[in-house]
């Protein structure tokens, strides 16, 4: 997409988490040139019983709320930009449920930031609604904020899961490039099996980590020559990819997924693999999924 109609979109609800989401959508709005757009969904009203101006109060309530949110939102824009110029920014009130409304609109986003919870969230070891919604019918590169995010070190590098498949190409790309724009190192990392193995007598470890080198450089070779600015740090892991990729986030500024990669299917849940870092992730997790739809 040349001219996305939504730039960089940010789902807002007020919440710190949705702070933290401005935050870093501001600064990769200013990355990538782009403009940002604030979406604030106001849920169907739904009453029990036929009393219009219980509805009617409701609806007011949440209209007067909907225009604080975005207030306080473009004011943590301005507070994120330092001394960059500041990217052109845009407000969007929805009237559906925030899944929805940040899934339909993520069509025509740049890419589409969301905090991993909002108000309402009852636990710390789960995504939310919006988040988890997004993950599995988001369309574009969707971005998890994780709550407990450690301030961003600057100099760290992006980190790249390759699982060897065509899924993965446009995470690729996408690494690459944010790389290069940081001026980071890009850390490559690859696991031979998806499940849980213990090696055992006889096996040929080193016989598995070639075959992952050999992943890798067919993977990477094309990006690297279009990209001879970004260093390369390869990682051969046995097994467990999420739990590899969650322990490399500490030292991460950016973790980069695709939404399915060996027997993925399109249209199915969002891989195990991304679900799982976004949701234990210390560093922000973009995962890139099909624009199906997009216009």
């Known amino acids: ?26 600064h990769e709005a ?27 109060s409701f609806a007011e309530a949440q209209e007067h709320f909907a225009r604080e949110v975005l207030d306080k939102a473009q004011k943590t824009v301005q507070a994120s ?3 960059a110029q500041p990217p052109d920014v845009r407000t969007e009130v929805m009237h559906v449920d925030p899944p929805s409304a940040l899934a339909t609109a993520s069509r025509d986003a740049y890419m589409t930031v969301a905090g991993s919870r909002g108000l309402g969230a009852i636990s710390r070891t789960i995504l939310g609604s919006v988040s988890g919604g997004l993950l599995h019918h988001g369309h574009g ?10 301030p961003a070190d600057s100099s760290a590098p992006v980190l790249l899961g390759v699982d060897g498949s065509p899924a993965s190409e446009d995470a690729t ?9 940081r001026g980071v190192d890009l850390v490559a990392l690859h696991a031979w099996s998806d499940v849980g193995v213990f090696p055992v007598l006889g096996m040929d470890w080193h016989k598995y980590e070639e075959e992952g080198h050999e992943v890798l450089g067919e993977r990477l070779a094309g990006w690297q020559e279009q ?16 739990r590899w990729l969650i322990e490399e986030s500490e030292k991460a500024q950016l973790v980069v997924l695709g939404s399915h990669g060996r027997g993925g299917l ?9 679900s799982k870092v976004a949701q234990a992730s210390k560093a922000p997790v973009i995962v890139v999924r099909a624009r199906h739809g997009s216009k």
């Open 266 to 274: 399109a249209g199915m849940l969002v891989g195990s693999v991304s």
């Open 227 to 242: 990209y001879p600015d970004v260093h390369i740090q390869r990682r051969i892991v046995c097994d467990q990819p999420a």
């Open 81 to 83: 930009v330092g001394e």
């Open 141 to 150: 590169p969707i971005v998890i904020i994780p709550t407990d995010q450690a």
């Open 1 to 26: 997409m040349s001219s996305p109609k939504y730039g960089i979109l940010v789902g807002v609800d007020g919440s710190p988490e949705s702070e933290a989401a401005i935050r870093w959508a501001t």
């Open 173 to 181: 790309a996408l690494a690459f490039d944010e790389a290069s724009r």
């Open 30 to 56: 200013v990355l990538h040139n782009q403009p940002v757009t604030l979406l604030h969904a106001i849920p169907p009203v739904v009453v029990s019983w036929p009393v219009a101006y219980l509805e009617t």
